[in-house]
């Protein structure tokens, strides 16, 4: 996991609460995702970045938003979180320096919605 | 029609057989394919990449690749214990990067 730590690592909230998931990277890479994984479900892919400012969508976006100010920092907010939102989310990042596509991945985030 | 499949598992091999994971993929636009390892509650972790047909083979891993197929897979050789984890196949094309569910490997000792 080395450069790339999420925080906070372990979330507990209840339903209707903002929660927001911070994703940051010391490897100046120009991508970064999030993905949710859920048993039975595998990684899905929630949104991405393809560089500061420029987001899109992913596979199961609805609920979600993200923003990224500064190339190191990717932030992943769950508006008015619902139980259904309770799983582990993980980071990633993937840059020129890597290999194209090539995804290493943060510790991983594990958020209960009560 | 999902765009990444895999067989869920649990595949369960013996120790010192060959473990054979096997994917297909709806893409025909893929260009990189790539293997990747999770342990239980851990991070995945990329183990194979290949581009192009045919097979790869880095130590005991050989991933190999069938684009008129649509087929990628994935072999070991003398699986260990230590092999025993969830393998996530992921072709991509662009930016957009999406897994499969996985195979669960279980080794038996």
């Known amino acids: 996991d080395a450069g790339i730590t999420q925080s906070p690592r372990h979330k507990v909230t209840e339903t209707g609460t903002p929660v927001t998931l911070r994703c940051h990277q010391t490897?100046?890479?120009?991508?970064m995702y999030w993905y949710r994984q859920d048993p039975g479900h595998g990684l899905r892919l929630i949104h991405y970045?393809?560089?500061?400012?420029?987001?899109d969508k992913g596979e199961v976006s609805d609920g979600y938003s993200v923003s990224r100010s500064k190339t190191e920092d990717f932030l992943l907010t769950l508006e008015s979180a619902t139980s259904s939102q309770t799983s582990v989310y993980f980071c990633?990042?993937?840059?020129?320096?890597?290999?194209?596509?090539?995804?290493?991945f943060g510790a991983g985030s594990r958020l209960t919605v009560l | 029609q999902k765009e990444v499949e895999q067989n869920s598992g649990p595949l369960s091999v013996p120790e010192g057989a060959i473990a054979s994971l096997n994917c297909t993929y709806s893409d025909r636009g893929s260009q990189s394919f790539f293997w990747y390892r999770q342990y239980s509650g851990k991070s995945p972790e990329l183990i194979m990449s290949?581009?192009?047909?045919g097979d790869k083979e880095d130590g005991r891993f050989t991933a190999q690749l069938n684009k008129a197929s649509q087929y990628v897979s994935l072999l070991i050789r003398d699986s260990q214990p230590s092999d025993s984890a969830t393998y996530l196949c992921?072709?991509?094309?662009?930016?957009?990067?999406?897994f499969g569910k996985g195979t669960r490997l279980h080794i038996l000792p």
């Open positions: 970045s393809y560089g500061v400012k420029d987001t």
């Open positions: 490897e100046n890479h120009r991508y």
């Open positions: 290949i581009y192009s047909n």
């Open positions: 990633a990042i993937s840059g020129e320096f890597s290999g194209a596509n090539v995804l290493t």
């Open positions: 992921v072709p991509t094309r662009d930016d957009k990067i999406i």
